[in-house]
C-alpha cells in the first residue's frame, strides 16, 4: 500500500494500519450485522421471533424497537429517554447519522398524521403506472369488467414478460 499523497512516512520500514474497513468487502453486510446485532444483544435487545432484522427491549413501561436493513436502521418505541440513550451509545460506538423523522424507508413512505402513521407505497404504484404506459387510462371502478367473457376466447399473450412484472 502506498501512502495519500503529502503523507510522508519518517521510515520507509513503517506501514499504515485501518482501524476498520468494511466497505467493499464481500462479507462487509455481514459483518455489520454479526457487530450491531451483538451490540444491540449487549444491551439486553432480542431478536424477534418472526423476523431477524428486528430488535426489540421490552419493560413494564416501555418498549423500543430497532429494524435493520443492510446499514440502514429504524429506531422507535415509546420511551423517547430509551430511544436518545439508544442512539447515542450507537452514535459513540458505530459513528451514525441520524437522519431525524422517518419519511421514506424501502420504498414505503411513512407520513405522521394526528392519530398514528399512514405507510403507503405511492411513489412505486406511481413509478409501476408510468412504466406500463397507465398514467394516461381512464378511471374505472373495476378495470376487468367484462374482459373474461369467454375464457376460451381469449387469445394468450405474445410476449409475456409484461405481464409477469
Request: proline content about 4%.
Amino acid at each position: 500500500m502506498k501512502p495519500p499523497p503529502g503523507f510522508d512516512f519518517p521510515s520507509p520500514n513503517l506501514v499504515c494500519k485501518l482501524q476498520t474497513s468494511l466497505y467493499g468487502l464481500k462479507q462487509a453486510s455481514r459483518q455489520w450485522y454479526a457487530k450491531l446485532s451483538d451490540t444491540l444483544r449487549g444491551l439486553s435487545f432480542q431478536h424477534s421471533h418472526n423476523d431477524y432484522s428486528l430488535f426489540h427491549k421490552q419493560t413494564d413501561t416501555s418498549i423500543v424497537l430497532v429494524a435493520v436493513y443492510v446499514d440502514d436502521i429504524v429506531v422507535t418505541g415509546n420511551d423517547a429517554a430509551a430511544i436518545t440513550s439508544l442512539k447515542t451509545f450507537l452514535d459513540d460506538k458505530f459513528k451514525i447519522k441520524d437522519l431525524g423523522e422517518l419519511n421514506f424507508f424501502l420504498g414505503m413512505e411513512i407520513i405522521k398524521v394526528s392519530n398514528g402513521l399512514v405507510v403507503t407505497q405511492r411513489k412505486l404504484a406511481t413509478k409501476l403506472i408510468k412504466e406500463f404506459d397507465c398514467d394516461n387510462l381512464s378511471v374505472t371502478s373495476c378495470p376487468l369488467t367484462g374482459v373474461f367473457k369467454d375464457s376460451y376466447s381469449v387469445e394468450p399473450l405474445a410476449d409475456t414478460t409484461s405481464y409477469r412484472k
